[in-house]
């Protein structure tokens, strides 16, 4: 889409990887089952900031934060060390939220060293969820409810650090309990809480996780992720969704992400980029500003 914007705005949840030179099984070789925009080998290619600059011609962020992509978890500090080399050659990205496994026996001294990093604001660490709302459960092992996986979330506190979540919205009761159990820990919920069914029952379904996680004031959103496998990411698909979740958390709470070049799957960044535009445009000057830039840079620390 050939969109140009000059008005600054952040990117709070962008990935980079060279597969050239760097371990990321997902793209080298494995298979994710069941991958919510379906086929994805167009990923298996390398991904550095000359390419999103390349994507962002005419509507460059300010700034972006780059989310753990999955490098080899046998040494989740080399992809900060690496991305750390990359932001002091390119300026890109401009903040980082790292990966630790929570549940796992070294996980205080791998926070330590991650956040030893100046780059690094946050931790991100998938919790095993459910596939569908019909099977979700409490208490199973590797969740947000595990005893163990809450251990490690109580040493992001200490070390300043705060949360990237990505799980569907019908596990969203773990993450409320969560939220509330750590109020000094900010959650920020990623891909809009993946609203992948859009019937009416499944719209309200995440509307109503959603409202159980914006009650508790630690948490944010990001409003990314919300391609739709088979069908081109269109305006009447998705800014009734964008206004759904800004209308829930607030414009205080709220930022754009554009989730590429994951979402370079269903919508070039132009088309994502505007949709957001879209959706906020009958929204006060400060509130635009808010949801484009000064959130990412307030929870993201970036001023």
Known sequence: MDFEFDEPFIDAHQHFWDLGANPYPWLQGE???????GDYSALQRNYLPEDLARDTRG????????????????????ETRWLTQLAQAHGRPTALVAHVALDHGDAPALLAAQAAFPLVRGIRHKPVTAAS??????????????????????L??????????????????????????????LLILNH???????????????????????AQPNTA????????????WTQADNVPVIRDAIAIFG?????????????????????????????????????????????????????
Do not use: C
Not at 133 to 154: E, I, T
């Open 133 to 154: 709302a019909d099977v979700a459960q409490r208490g199973l092992a590797g969740s947000m409810d595990d005893a163990r996986w809450r251990r490690g979330y109580a």
């Open 156 to 185: 992001l506190q200490p070390h300043g650090l705060s949360f990237d979540l990505q799980a569907p919205w019908w596990n969203l009761d773990q993450a409320a309990d969560l939220a509330r159990d750590f109020p000094q820990t």
């Open 31 to 37: 298979t994710v089952p069941n991958f919510r925009y």
């Open 251 to 303: 414009a205080g709470r709220s930022l754009f992400a554009s989730n590429f070049p994951v979402d370079s799957l269903v919508a070039g960044y132009g088309t994502i980029l505007a949709g957001f535009v879209a959706a906020i445009a009958d929204r006060p000057a400060h509130e635009r500003r808010a949801l484009l830039h000064d959130n990412a840079v307030r929870f993201y620390r970036l001023g």
């Open 192 to 214: 809009t809480g993946l609203p992948a069914d859009r019937s009416p029952a499944g719209l309200a379904g995440w509307r109503r996780a959603l409202e159980a996680l914006a």
């Open 221 to 232: 959103i990001k409003i990314s992720g919300l391609g739709q496998r088979g069908k081109p």
């Open 59 to 78: 509507h460059a962020p300010a700034g972006t934060v780059h989310i753990e992509a999955e490098w080899d978890r046998a040494d989740p500090v080399a």
